[in-house]
């Protein structure tokens, strides 16, 4: 049974939308939730994906909440963040993605290079 959410921070009152995602991920009994899951939970189609990462992203950069993600076969999914493990888990997998994004960014003005100038 989900509990509800009444959160307010810095004067940012939590919509309703927002409080029905933090439900979903915190009070999931497998305790990992994928976009899949929440998107189908919501009764929302495959175009709530871009708004959902936005509500996640709000969660934690506006509302201060310890929200991970793991893309791990195993662990596959949002969580809520409970103790020291969850929180490296969820660091690391931010790492890794930046990594992979820093190496996109890399290649990508490479190929820039060369093509302007010639």
């Given amino acids: 049974m989900q509990q509800s959410i009444d959160f307010t921070k810095d004067n940012l009152k939590m919509s309703q939308e927002h409080a029905n995602v933090l439900n979903l991920i915190k009070n999931n009994p497998k305790r990992y939730i994928t976009r899949a899951e929440i998107v189908k939970a919501l009764n929302k189609d495959m175009t709530y994906y871009r708004r959902l990462n936005n509500i996640i992203n709000d969660l934690v950069t506006d509302f201060r909440l310890p929200i991970g993600s793991s893309s791990n076969l195993s662990r596959k999914g949002y969580f809520y963040c409970e103790n020291e493990a969850d929180f ?8 890794s993605r930046i990594e992979g994004f820093e190496n996109r960014l890399s290649v990508l003005r490479d190929i820039k290079s060369k093509a302007l100038s010639k």
Avoid: M
């Avoid at 490296?88 to 790492?95: N, P, S, Y």
């Fill in 88 to 95: 490296r888990h969820a660091e690391q997998t931010l790492i």
